[in-house]
């Protein structure tokens, strides 16, 4: 009688039916390790019913109040009237925690999982703080009642979703652009270098050309109705009356209109711009919510130029720091900063991943851009060509080593927990 | 009747192994007869010699594993279960239970779990004050604790220097500290390595000033080898401590024992290392035009390379082939007056080549007679003689050359018929047939042209003089003929341009 299956062996695999939540800037993805994309993909950016507390406690007990505070998922795209969309995400950390537990606890409600029959595993940036590390495992271990977790860093999960154990990880969030160099499936922290011209400063680019040409950015929640006008007429709809729809969330529609336009328009040129090759970008039309439609030559190929030379892109009013470094700068210079022996290594194994890096021709790109700076060494970038593997490059890792026989050794037990205490697991690095 | 085995002669096919699982089945089957009953006559036999040892071209049998067909599937089979089952991992030290499903039931109590094994740990003993006395470690630059912490890093992160190194943060670490225990507390250590450091540079400066003479560069290398803080050591400098350390312990087998680890003597080749970091960042700074220079350069040598082992090659073998002794077996082909004359013209050829070909000719045949005297001779003797013969030779050779310079006058010589040939070909020919002839259709023009005024094809009497005339006229001829060809189609020219001009 056997006692495994045949099969796992093969390739090391033992599934103990770990969840895995992999907590992004705009993001959060949910699923069961073992599978290869995320059972659930949540939106980050939560909202915060601020003045229904004092009506809800009125008729419901505390319980619910505290439940329905936070509007998750589906509901946070709703124009609720008074409602503070949450950002609970700063510089790809988590910073507000209450949020983010809601999103777990929703996100895993979602999935009808019994958190304490699976073990967690919990993925986070490599410059996440050591308080943020304690808060990860505490709630956990002491609300979710997990019977073990682990923090994985986000970039070693990209490395071994690009079934790699030596790489340099190009990560484009929609907050923090970061590359990290991974040997062995640790993280080197002293070479590694983020930035914050990732998505969400493209989204701002764009948004500073549309402006700039006069258009109307009318979210699709407000139009009322619309009526079909000719390419580049005036556009003609209605507006529909929402009573206290707040800013917050009146920009995060606003910012999904930027993110459609990103995807479906922006494309990174394969070399360095310049007047003359985005004076020959060919033209494409986006319709916008109101209906108006217009082309996009040169300002597909500028706006998405800004990742690269973001010095040569400032906002007005605002003065870009001279250490600001453009996507290939950055994984240049970690290249440089790390050590000589593994520099090979690193080049030949370039892996991109995140949302951020689909904008078109992006990873082309910066194949050029190092093979240009490092004549020395070869190059190759790995980037998946699938878009969910890439935008949840991060999950799929964790999915694989959550469901790995010789990970579960790692992971933290909650009798660790209790018994050695969390200052004690976070300060012995036990998560490398 | 052809059997099987013919078939593969014919087919050169190998012949069937009897452990080969094809023949495995006919064979049960023509055994099956003998063995069960008498020996087969009549038809039977001669049936089974048709059948021979031909394999049927559908094997039906009921073996599973050589059947070309799946198995029906067994309905009425239990099936065997895959159960939720929880497992201890015997790499974990705190019991943590998790479950996977299992085939077939429950994993018994003390069963290892598989992937236990791949549990490896490189752990090396702890380093205690003792020791590292007794060991004599005490390094400037370094302290118990620094190397503990080392030691610490270098078990955690398995040796993979570059983490290790990018996980070095000893001035900022107190973890380690903290866990040996002390009281002292880690300022105190920090303080500590700080001074000792101090004094190494200042013992730094000290030697600068002594070699004021040595470059910049090694001045700086010297920094580098000493560094001001704890958090900027090099890998080598890293490197260089553990293997010191692993040296010093492995000097103690039976005290020291390192988990996963083979202590040995090793001596870290420092400088060495240092140096091909430096290259090998050289390397990788080069620009792309020198990659490609240094491309075209290696492709380049590579071909000169080939070039010159070819060159060599041939070389050898054109040696070979002048080394070699004439395959001169027998007299026999000297004996006709052809081969008497091949072998003087041959050795007029070398003789010519020489140079100085009265001296070695006469030379030539005395020598033997000295080799013999001057074995018997003294060495005064000998060169006495020597001088004697060279003497005589030159007497003789001076009379030769008189004799012959004085024999005949360029008249004489036409008189007589006698002429001197730079090379001759061996054998009987006829002057005429030596005549040069030009390409088949010049030729033929000449001929034609001489028969015009009246001149044979080959001269009627082939005399040298004659001979000599008669190829001069020829070549003449067919410079004429050129020239004629040339000024008529000249001609054409000039006239088809004439017309062309009338037209115009």
Request: hydrophobic letters at 35%; proline letters at 5%.
């Amino acid at each position: 009688m056997t006692t495994t299956a045949p099969a796992p062996q093969v390739y090391g695999g033992d599934e103990v039916a770990t969840l895995v939540i992999d907590t992004g800037s705009s993001y959060t993805r949910v699923g069961y390790a073992g599978e290869d994309t995320p059972k659930l993909v949540v939106s980050t950016e939560c909202g915060l019913m601020a003045d229904e507390d004092v009506e809800m406690e009125d008729d419901t007990s505390n319980t619910t109040k505290k439940l329905n505070k936070y509007k998750v998922g589906d509901s946070a795209n709703l124009p609720l009237p008074n409602m503070e969309v949450l950002h609970p995400l700063t510089d790809g950390i988590v910073a507000d925690w209450d949020a983010v537990q809601n999103i777990w606890e929703y996100s895993l409600a979602r999935l009808n999982a019994d958190t304490k029959t699976h073990p967690l595993m919990l993925t986070e940036p490599c410059w996440n703080t050591q308080a943020n590390k304690l808060k990860a495992l505490e709630i956990a271990f002491e609300s979710l009642e997990v019977p073990a977790s682990y923090l994985v860093k986000d970039a070693v999960a990209s490395a071994f979703a690009a079934g790699k154990g030596n790489a340099l990880v190009l990560d484009v969030g929609s907050e923090v652009a970061s590359v990290t160099p991974v040997i062995d499936g640790l993280v080197l922290y002293k070479p590694a270098r983020r930035s914050q011209y990732a998505g969400d400063y493209l989204d701002r680019q764009i948004k500073k050309v549309l402006v700039s040409r006069g258009i109307d950015l009318t979210p699709r929640f407000e139009i009322k109705n619309k009526k079909a006008v000719e390419m580049g007429e005036p556009p003609v709809f209605t507006k529909r009356e929402l009573p206290n729809v707040t800013h917050s969330f009146t920009d995060l529609q606003v910012s999904r209109i930027l993110s459609e336009f990103k995807d479906s328009m922006c494309q990174v040129n394969d070399v360095p711009l310049t007047p003359e090759i985005s004076g020959e970008a060919a033209d494409r039309v986006f319709e916008f919510p109101t209906g108006y439609s217009t082309t996009f030559g040169a300002d597909r190929l500028s706006t998405s130029e800004s990742l690269f030379k973001p010095s040569e892109y400032p906002f007005d009013g605002e003065t870009v720091p001279d250490t600001a470094r453009g996507l290939s700068e950055m994984v240049v210079d970690t290249i440089n900063a790390s050590n000589v022996d593994v520099r090979a290594h690193l080049a030949n194994n370039i892996v991109i991943t995140g949302g951020g890096s689909l904008v078109q021709g992006l990873s082309d790109r910066v194949s050029k851009d190092v093979t240009q700076a490092l004549s020395g060494l070869k190059v190759r970038v790995a980037a998946a060509s699938n878009q969910e593997e890439r935008r949840h490059g991060a999950w799929i890792g964790g999915s694989v080593l959550g469901s790995l026989g010789s990970f579960h050794q790692l992971w933290v037990s909650k009798q660790e927990w209790q018994e050695k205490g969390g200052d004690y697991l976070v300060e012995k690095k036990r998560f490398k | 009747m052809a059997s099987s085995s013919d078939v593969r002669d014919v087919l050169d096919l190998p012949d069937l192994e009897p452990n080969d699982k094809l023949t495995q089945q006919p064979k049960r089957q023509k055994l099956a007869a003998p063995v069960g009953g008498k020996r087969m006559d009549g038809m039977q036999r001669e049936l089974f010699a048709l059948m021979g040892e031909n394999t049927p071209s559908v094997s039906v049998t009921k073996d599973s594993h050589t059947s070309l067909f799946k198995d029906k599937p067994q309905w009425q089979a239990k099936l065997t279960p895959w159960m939720w089952t929880p497992f201890q991992n015997q790499a974990r030290e705190d019991g943590l239970i998790l479950s996977h499903w299992v085939r077939g039931g429950e994993l018994t109590q003390g069963d290892q779990y598989p992937f236990a094994a791949l549990n490896t740990q490189i752990s090396f003993p702890e380093l205690t004050q003792e020791d590292y006395d007794g060991l004599k470690l005490a390094t400037p630059g370094w302290t118990l604790e620094e190397t503990r912490y080392l030691m610490h890093l270098c078990s955690e992160f398995d040796l993979r220097w570059p983490v290790i190194h990018d996980r070095w943060e000893w001035q900022t670490d107190q973890d380690v500290t903290m866990a040996t225990g002390e009281t002292k507390g880690a300022e105190g250590t920090e303080s500590k390595v700080k001074e000792e450091d101090k004094d190494v540079e200042m013992a730094d400066v000290k030697e600068e000033k002594e070699n004021k003479d040595e470059s910049n560069k090694e001045k700086s290398e010297k920094k580098e080898s000493a560094p001001p803080d704890g958090t900027a050591r090099t890998v080598e400098d890293l490197k260089e401590r553990f293997y010191n350390v692993v040296s010093a312990m492995s000097k103690h087998p039976e005290k020291y024992t390192a988990e996963g680890y083979n202590m040995t003597t090793v001596k870290f080749p420092r400088d060495m290392e240092i140096k091909r970091k430096q290259y090998l960042e050289r390397l990788l700074a080069r620009s792309p035009a020198e990659i490609a220079e240094e491309e075209a350069l290696i492709l380049k040598s590579r071909k000169l390379e080939l070039s010159a082992t070819k060159m060599l090659q041939e070389r050898q073998e054109l040696l070979k082939l002048l080394d070699a002794p004439q395959p001169t077996s027998s007299v026999a082909q000297f004996q006709t007056s052809q081969g008497l004359a091949h072998l003087t013209s041959t050795l007029n050829d070398k003789s010519k080549k020489g140079g100085k070909p009265t001296k070695e000719g006469s030379v030539g045949p005395q020598a033997p007679d000295r080799g013999g005297s001057v074995e018997k001779t003294t060495k005064k003797e000998d060169t006495k003689e020597a001088k004697k013969a060279t003497k005589e030779d030159k007497k003789a050779a001076t009379t030769i050359a008189a004799a012959i310079s004085k024999k005949l006058t360029t008249k004489e010589e036409a008189a007589y018929g006698i002429s001197y040939h730079d090379k001759l070909t061996p054998g009987v020919y006829l002057r005429s047939s030596k005549v040069t002839t030009f390409k088949p259709t010049i030729q033929t023009k000449i001929v034609a042209a001489l028969q015009d005024i009246g001149i044979p094809p080959k001269p009627v009497m082939p005399t040298a003089k004659v001979c000599a005339k008669f190829e001069s006229i020829q070549h003449s001829m067919s410079v004429l003929l050129e020239t004629k060809r040339a000024a008529d189609k000249l001609e054409t020219e000039i006239r088809l341009l004439r017309g062309q001009k009338g037209q115009l």
